[in-house]
């Protein structure tokens, strides 16, 4: 019911930002929690940050908080996260995702809706 396309990755050193955005459609977006998750060069998915229905509860991993910033657009049907603070360990490819559900969640398995993925490497 739902199809994401994530956009806005790419090469940066260390130090650097990006703003990845996440254009979903389908059907309304503004009723479910969305979220980020990553995948490194021979590591699991893991989460990287999550944001509820309205935009207004925002979780974050440990290894994240304070370096990035979760955002969502509802009139527009977007989803987005602040880089800012890059380290080379922020490398993988950057999945956006989207849940059934109102809530910010952190586990994959809370989630029913995947993007392609968009690849962000960071130099050292």
């Known amino acids: 019911q739902v199809q994401l396309v994530e956009s806005g990755g790419g090469l940066v050193q260390a130090g650097g930002s990006l703003r990845l955005s996440c254009a979903a459609s389908g059907r309304t977006v503004g009723s479910y929690g969305m979220g980020w998750f990553r995948q490194a060069p021979g590591k699991e998915r893991e989460f990287v940050a999550a944001?509820?229905?309205?935009?207004?509860?925002?979780l974050y991993a440990d290894s994240v908080k304070g370096r990035f910033t979760i955002s969502r657009d509802n009139a527009k049907k977007s989803l987005y996260l602040q880089m800012n603070s890059l380290k080379p360990e922020d490398t993988a490819v950057y999945y956006c995702?989207?849940?059934?559900?109102?809530?910010?969640?952190?586990?994959?398995?809370?989630?029913?809706?995947w993007g392609q993925g968009t690849q962000v490497t960071v130099s050292s």
């Open positions: 995702a989207a849940r059934d559900a109102t809530g910010a969640r952190s586990r994959i398995g809370e989630y029913d809706y």
């Open positions: 944001i509820n229905w309205s935009g207004t509860v925002p």
